[in-house]
């Protein structure tokens, strides 16, 4: 027999609107339900809920829960209220990766709902901000149960802790013609070559991985990531000059100007006599902006690349940080091409795991050592795309100026010299 | 005596997403032509080789219960072709390979009482974090606000009435695990954490907590004899970061947890570089269980966004054309000495021209 239901006014509130509710949901577990275990937890649920409204505060602490052979991936919350409301006292949360661009199909959705059902609350959002998909509510011991079955049919657990965390990428070439890379590959490259990094906290702090296919930036890869992988391109633009004519003919000259032309943040574009579109490509900084108002006439070029950013972070503990360039360019089409790129995240990794300092996330150990201390454990050379502008400050040594000139100076005749063929 | 053998965990990390892709996308992967927009919720692409797919984009709760997933895979199963994808903004997608199923679709989802829209230039779901429902450290409850935002914000999510797309982010606390928005509303602490001292030492690593402290404000100290740690309250920010890993140093407080709004955060590369958010309101009451005077403040900036911004511009676009007094005056929002940064390069933020719009 069911627990009597715990009155929830404020909540009830949350009911009102044409919003979906969240509470109606949790309601419908509590009273329709068939399973008592999942009745009697979300009515506790619902119970400490409440009672955070009234008092405005939190009531979950964390604690050490994982599963046989993991250090992370669950998400421990025990009640601090549980006297009251004790069917829910264990409240984990099961992180699970989910594929890049979060895909599924509705019998895999299926499958996880009645896993779930059977061992955790019935509660589950796609997706955390991380990434993951979240299923909220287990107690210890299902943690280990619910875990094992979802294994069994191909899915693993993400990152919690200060470890490599779980990847996002954008839907991508999968669906967007503005991708410039193959997403999917990237990520998955990248993420399982870090598998042990992700169950085995052992790093100074979290580790971020994610994949955008163009400068668009979907996922938010260059302020939310450590490592951020930006499709781009290095030709033309691909302009379609009879689509310009049928843009400007729905729009008028006027617009084309207000919509396009003024808001290239290069002025590189010109609007000819015969509606026709000419793009200094030199001076394009490939931004997207004209791409995305004029989807059929314009389009990335083909020879597609990526850029790669590091550094990104909210606010703990330093302030926000953007990730910054530090490949400005990265061709990816070979198995060598993934390799270089995967043997870049190990170098990063492993430097930051030597010189970060604890709970220090890796821009920010770029922010104290400096970004030229920084290439140089990485064996990466200085380029002007890193920075905004050189240094302002006449304060610094420059004992070995002109060996470093020369090096660039002949770095970039070989580069003419491979380009030359 | 022998314990129950463990199941060793298979290590398969992230699986392949090919096998849940709809299998236009499949047969089409990077060969993309184009795209548009047919209707608000709606977006068409073709691809190279003629092929369709039409995407229709819902809201929903977020915090989904086994029966709402259910539905979800039922509409998916009865109107469109059993594949599904989820946005960062946890809007559900569903791809469908012919026009005819758009409409059926749209009317299953809008029956269900689930939100179609999000698209373009609309107001998409606001990202939020987990709150009181599950977060350990929670100032608010992001579901709840988030919730009670989304009704009064529904005709914006439906329609494509701004300038340009709306990308809106709450957080329970300053971590702001949200994340940068075009509007950002955030848990702002406005006092000193309350030290219970008598479980500093049993419960704390004294020294990380000291470490963690962005300000160096936290020192240990004997307390009644007891180990604890000491707050210099003068110097604290009250930013909850010794909190996570030291909960006798509670933060949150009923009355002086408070919300602040950010503006002008925007991760595109599109036109100007990526930015940051900053600061426009602040002491806005944590006041459940529908925070109307939070919602209120959106709306108005919403609202001034609407009428002046141009089109394609963005907030922080839109408020770099007309400059930061003429957003105050436009938006009514006062003005303080706390909107004047003074973190680390906050020199770069200061007006070090004669550039005054009059």
Redesign the interface.
């Known amino acids: 027999m069911a627990n009597q239901h715990h009155p929830t006014p404020m909540l009830d509130e949350l009911e009102n609107g044409p919003w979906p509710s969240f509470i109606s949901g949790i309601k419908r577990l509590r009273d329709e339900h068939p399973d008592e275990r999942i009745q009697n937890m979300t009515n506790d649920l619902l119970g400490q809920l409440e009672h955070s409204y009234e008092t405005r505060k939190g009531y979950w602490k964390g604690g050490t829960v994982s599963v046989f052979g993991y250090g992370s991936g669950i998400i421990p919350r025990f009640s601090e209220v549980s006297k009251a409301f004790p069917e829910s006292r264990e409240f984990h949360t099961v992180r699970v990766q989910p594929p890049a661009g979060n895909f599924y199909s509705t019998d895999m959705l299926r499958q996880l709902a009645n896993s779930w059902e059977k061992f955790g609350s019935g509660l589950v959002t796609f997706h955390g901000q991380t990434g993951n998909a979240m299923f909220i509510g287990v107690n210890s011991t299902n943690t280990q149960a619910f875990f094992d079955e979802i294994n069994e049919y191909g899915w693993d657990l993400g990152g919690a802790g200060p470890c490599v965390r779980t990847g996002m990428s954008c839907v991508g070439a999968a669906r967007c013609e503005q991708s410039c890379v193959n997403e999917q590959r990237v990520h998955r490259t990248l993420l399982n070559r870090f598998t042990d990094d992700v169950h085995r906290p052992s790093l100074p702090y979290k580790f971020k991985f994610k994949v955008s296919g163009c400068p668009n930036d979907c996922v938010n890869a260059i302020e939310r990531s450590d490592f951020a992988v930006i499709g781009t391109w290095r030709d033309d633009i691909k302009i379609d000059q009879e689509e310009v004519k049928n843009f400007v003919a729905e729009y008028g000259r006027d617009k084309v100007h207000l919509d396009v032309i003024n808001r290239c943040p290069s002025k590189c574009m010109t609007l000819n006599e015969d509606n026709t579109l000419s793009i200094d490509n030199s001076n394009c900084v490939r931004c997207m902006h004209c791409i995305n108002v004029m989807t059929k006439a314009l389009s990335p070029g083909d020879d597609k690349g990526v850029s790669i950013l590091v550094g990104g972070k909210r606010t703990l503990k330093i302030g926000d940080l953007m990730g910054t360039v530090i490949v400005p360019f990265k061709k990816l089409e070979t198995e060598e091409d993934y390799q270089e790129m995967v043997e870049l995240a190990e170098n990063i990794i492993d430097f930051w795991a030597e010189n970060g300092l604890e709970h220090e996330r890796c821009g920010e150990m770029i922010e104290r050592i400096g970004l030229v201390n920084f290439l140089k454990g990485m064996g990466l050379e200085a380029d002007p795309n890193m920075v905004n502008h050189p240094r302002q400050s006449s304060y610094i040594r420059m004992d070995e100026f002109d060996e470093a000139a020369e090096n660039y100076l002949r770095h970039k005749m070989e580069q003419r010299q491979a380009a030359a063929g | 005596m022998s314990q129950p053998a463990?199941?060793?965990?298979?290590?398969?990390?992230?699986?392949?997403?090919?096998?849940?892709?709809h299998p236009v996308?499949?047969r089409n992967?990077?060969a993309?032509?184009?795209?548009?927009h047919p209707r608000p919720g709606v977006l068409l692409?073709v691809s190279e080789f003629g092929e369709k797919?039409w995407?229709v984009k819902a809201?929903?709760?977020?915090?989904?219960?086994?029966?709402?997933?259910?539905k979800?895979?039922d509409i998916?199963?009865e109107y469109a072709d059993?594949?599904?994808?989820?946005?960062?903004r946890?809007n559900?997608e569903y791809?469908v390979d012919a026009e005819s199923k758009v409409e059926p679709l749209i009317n299953a989802l809008e029956e269900a009482?689930?939100?179609v829209g999000g698209t373009r230039n609309s107001v998409s779901m606001i990202?939020h974090?987990?709150?009181?429902?599950?977060?350990?450290?929670?100032?608010?409850?992001a579901?709840?606000v988030v919730?009670?935002m989304?009704?009064?914000l529904?005709d914006e999510f439906r329609n494509h009435n701004m300038p340009n797309r709306v990308h809106i982010t709450t957080s329970c606390c300053?971590?702001?695990?949200?994340?940068?928005g075009d509007i950002a509303i955030n848990v702002q602490h406005t006092k000193p954490p309350k030290i219970n001292h008598d479980l500093v030492a049993n419960v704390c690593e004294r020294p990380?907590v000291v470490?963690?402290c962005?300000v160096a404000a936290i020192r240990p100290a004997l307390v009644n004899g007891k180990p604890s740690l000491e707050v210099d309250e003068k110097k604290c920010i009250c930013?909850g970061?010794c909190y996570p890993p030291c909960?006798p140093m509670q933060i949150?407080?009923?009355e002086h947890?408070k919300f602040a709004i950010w503006v002008g955060g925007n991760?595109?590369?599109?036109?100007?570089k990526?930015t940051?958010q900053k600061l426009v309101a602040s002491g806005i009451p944590?006041n459940?269980?529908?925070w109307p005077e939070a919602t209120a403040i959106v709306k108005r900036i919403l609202k001034v966004y609407q009428e002046d911004g141009?089109?394609?511009e963005r907030i922080n676009d839109w408020i770099e054309r007309i400059g930061w007094p003429a957003f105050f005056e436009k938006t009514g929002l006062p003005f303080t000495r706390y909107h004047i940064e003074n973190?680390?390069g906050a020199r770069n933020s200061l007006n070090a021209s004669t550039h005054i719009r009059f």
């Open positions: 463990m199941r060793p965990p298979i290590e398969s990390g992230c699986p392949d997403g090919f096998q849940y892709m996308m499949r992967f990077g993309w032509k184009y795209h548009e692409h797919i995407t809201g929903t709760q977020r915090i989904l219960d086994v029966f709402t997933l259910r979800l895979c998916g199963d059993g594949y599904v994808r989820f946005t960062i946890s559900i791809m009482g689930f939100i990202s974090t987990q709150g009181w429902l599950h977060c350990d450290i929670p100032g608010t409850d579901s709840g919730k009670a989304m009704d009064e529904i300053q971590i702001n695990c949200g994340g940068q990380s470490a963690r962005p930013c970061a909960p949150n407080d009923a947890t991760h595109s590369n599109a036109r100007g990526p940051f944590n459940p269980p529908r141009q089109d394609w973190w680390r």
